[in-house]
């Protein structure tokens, strides 16, 4: 039993239980349609018509499997749908890093919207490496992080550039553009994101190949 089959049914249902005319309206032969109705019959061993001379009359059980094939086709219907448009009307899963996620995700998804607007976005903003385990755990599509992916089986691409600025208070006695020595700067106090953090993974490599370390206070 195929939907092909249930679909002839409920053609044959809907002219009025003719099978010829269902035949033309599926570009089909009369002898075709009635070896799928034949072949529903002799799957779930019950008539679904009654022959009367050359006329069909539909049984009990025909009119309870006419409900059922509505149901099912409708939905089978509703799948093809969905599935063949699904990079339009589909849903993104979308990870980010919380910088990326609070300063640039929001417009990211407004233009997207704009060009895709029938598609759902669903958006996680989390530390990096928590989005890389919800990659590996399929619970998202793709994530934009900072920094490089310590997963070597995923595909990472660059996408843009960033910068990373020392902040510090007004009266420390520094100014913008001022150049520090290595000691000087590994001499201050370090208020650093948390670990997992691409900003903080950049910090620390950056500090490492200058050759020093950095425990934040």
Known sequence: MTI????IFLLVCKNNFNTTKAAEELHMTQPAVSLAIKELEQYYG???FDRIGKRLKITEAGQRFCEYSVHIVSMFDDMEKGMKDWDSFGVIRIGASITIGSQFLPYYVKAFYNRYPGTEIKVTISPSEQLEQKIWNNELDFI????ISHTPTFVSEEYMEDSLTVICPANSGFYPGQLLSVEEFRQQNFLLREHGSGTRETF???????GFSVSPI
Request: net charge neutral; hydrophobic share 55%.
């Open 4 to 7: 092909r089959h249930l679909k």
């Open 46 to 48: 019950v008539a679904l």
């Open 144 to 147: 934009l992080i900072e920094g």
């Open 204 to 210: 620390e490599r950056v500090v490492e190949a200058a």
